[in-house]
């Protein structure tokens, strides 16, 4: 049989899944792709002539979603791509996360009246950055510092020079800034135009803000969407000045207590870590990090244990200490080119004691967006603490490119010239790696330890498409050792993302979603069973790590419309879906609220 019949018979299987098929399934997506099987999974509903509904539209209902499912799944990204009749003709937006905000809301709502217990399911949505369109409409020019957004080639060096003198526009308006990343409920220490109270342990949204990779949150209105005010970190802190930051704030689990960077740039970069707690709104600055050799750089999140912040700064480095920002307009045109000399340099911050800094590592040079988890083992006998971090990292930059719009939608041959370089196409799929740090025990700490630079160890890797982007947990085990992770896996379909795998990181076993061709899912919400609804019999055991549902909002590319999924997150079996008769863009992150509300601070 010859080498391209087994090839094209080993496309035609679907993937094999298991510890024992990694590679081969690894070598298959990046066939896939060299293949250009892309081209039949068609993508640009998800980004092309989207509506905003202000509803509530009911949806039509088709199978089952559980009724202890219900609550609010809000979810944000970009929605919008192109703007007519500009005086320098139709804008384009030519990379994804630069899309105009727009942010969505389901209402799942259970069915007292359903023999079956089933909900009803609303949907709404509503544009975030009106004054930005306007803007832009009025000048055919973008006039905020974007994430990859391609500048002007009208736009002289006067133009950059000028740029750089006046930095990035001061907002005039909550719908100017393009904040549609993550979405946060009941962020403490905050100005909100909602004015609710703030009390630790109180249950309910008491407000509801959306981030990005900079120091300005925008408040959203949790019934309408609409953008009610905005707030730049220094009101936390007034040494949180600095224009960076990080879109994927982390929360403590039990406390609700916030936690985030800020990134001040100048001669010496400096990064401050720090916390601000429910309990009383006031921010603590646990770590400042500062040195030679740190350098600025696009960091999209970060990790917390139990005792630390794990704080890294991979190899996206930000040319002329992040000067060039401004300069270039975007993120992505200042970063510096990939270099393995580059490393990527760990910080363990100690969140309990006090004691900043105390332990630094290094790794290769390397990438990721996003964090999935951090637990801690500790060694009884020396009180040494073992931390491991789990991450979706890439081996260079070029997975960034990979989202330029143009890519996504295969336009004049952009698709084929990324994908069909086979370097670039194995660098641009996604790695699950966990990452082991032996932080020395604080017991007798004098300050000394985070000046030693360790090597990090890396316990395994486990490659696309066995596990993929936007990666999330079981909540409740977030900070804890566990075992299973959901994200939206790459098989060498899609130009985007063709599935949703849930990964074993115990046995190495996937399980995938049997989605039809053509249908994009997108950030997969881990909705847990709660104990109340557990079978007679069960009694007050714990419910198993994977005892939920996932809810997932998936875009037919084919039919041009768009449903809310949700899938049995053991099984990861269809249960049901609320279809609309229209598309919803491709988004990228999301939470779920239940109905019975969880602690202040803790979504589903």
């Known amino acids: 049989m010859s080498a391209g019949i087994a090839t094209a018979r080993a496309r035609e299987k679907k993937v094999l899944g298991g510890l024992e098929n990694e590679h081969v399934d690894f070598e298959n997506t990046v066939r896939g792709m060299l293949d250009a099987d892309y081209e039949e999974w068609p993508n640009e509903a998800g980004f092309e002539g989207l509506d905003e509904i202000r509803g509530p539209v009911e949806l039509v209902v088709t199978g089952r979603i559980p009724n202890w499912a219900a609550g609010t799944l809000y979810r944000t990204g970009p929605g919008q791509y192109t703007i007519e009749d500009t005086p320098k003709g139709t804008f384009r937006t030519t990379h994804w996360f630069d899309g105009f905000g727009h942010s969505h809301k389901f209402n799942i709502i259970a069915d007292a009246d359903s023999p079956d217990g089933n909900v009803r399911v609303e949907y709404s949505s509503r544009r975030q950055t009106q004054a930005l369109y306007d803007a832009v409409k009025s000048s055919g020019r973008r006039p905020d510092v974007s994430f990859g957004q391609r500048m002007d080639p009208c736009v002289g060096l006067f133009g950059k020079v000028m740029s750089v003198w006046r930095g990035q526009p001061k907002s005039v308006s909550t719908d100017l800034d393009n904040v549609c990343v993550t979405v946060q409920a009941n962020v403490p220490g905050l100005p909100s135009a909602t004015n609710e109270p703030m009390q630790s342990g109180h249950r309910g949204i008491k407000n509801l803000w959306l981030t990005t990779d900079s120091g300005i949150m925008k408040e959203v209105d949790q019934h309408t969407l609409e953008p009610i005010g905005s707030a ?135 990438f990721y967006f996003h964090s999935i988890n951090s637990f801690e083992e500790r060694d009884e006998e020396t009180g040494d603490i073992n931390v491991y971090c789990d991450v979706i990292e890439y081996p260079t930059l070029d997975v960034i490119k990979a989202f330029e719009v143009d890519v996504i939608l295969q336009n004049e041959g952009a698709t084929k010239n990324f994908w069909g370089n086979e370097e670039r196409n194995r660098n641009s799929h996604a790695r699950l790696a966990r990452w082991k740090f032996n932080v020395p025990s604080l017991r007798h700490y004098d ?158």
């Not at 379909?493 to 849930?502: A, E, G």
Request: proline share 7%; net charge negative.
């Open 232 to 366: 730049k970190q220094h009101k936390l802190h007034p040494l949180l000045k600095g224009p960076l930051s990080c879109a994927h704030a982390q929360r403590d689990p039990e406390t609700g207590d916030f936690f985030n960077y800020n990134l001040e740039l100048g001669y010496h970069v400096t990064y401050r870590i720090f916390r601000t707690r429910i309990s009383t709104g006031t921010t603590d600055i646990l770590a400042t990090i500062s040195a030679a050799d740190v350098k600025a750089a696009y960091i999209h999140s970060f990790f917390l244990s139990p005792s630390f912040v794990i704080f890294c700064v991979p190899s996206s480095h930000l040319a002329l200490n992040g000067v060039k920002v401004p300069w270039e307009g975007n993120m992505v045109s200042a970063m510096e080119p990939f270099d393995n000399s580059k490393l990527c340099k760990w910080f363990i911050v100690d969140r309990l004691g006090g004691h900043g800094v105390v332990a630094t590592f290094d790794s290769p040079a390397g």
């Open 447 to 604: 300050g000394d330890l985070s000046t030693v630079r360790q090597v990090a160890e890396k316990i395994f890797e486990i490659k696309a498409p066995h596990a993929g982007e936007l990666p999330t947990i079981n909540p409740a085990y977030a900070t804890r050792k566990y075992r299973y992770i959901f994200s939206l896996a790459n098989r060498g379909y899609s130009t985007l993302l063709d599935s949703i795998v849930k990964t074993d990181l115990v046995t190495r076993d996937t399980l995938f979603w049997d989605n039809p061709k053509g249908h994009t899912p997108g950030e997969a919400i881990f909705v847990p069973r709660p104990k109340s609804h557990t079978e007679v019999g069960e009694g007050e055991a714990e419910l198993d790590e994977d005892d939920g549902v996932l809810l997932s909002v998936v875009l037919d590319g084919v039919g041009k419309t768009s449903y809310l999924l949700c899938l049995d997150a053991k099984t990861m079996k269809e249960l049901g879906r609320a279809e609309c008769d229209f598309p919803i863009a491709v988004g990228f992150h999301g939470l779920h609220w239940p109905s019975s509300s969880p602690p202040l601070g803790r979504p589903s």
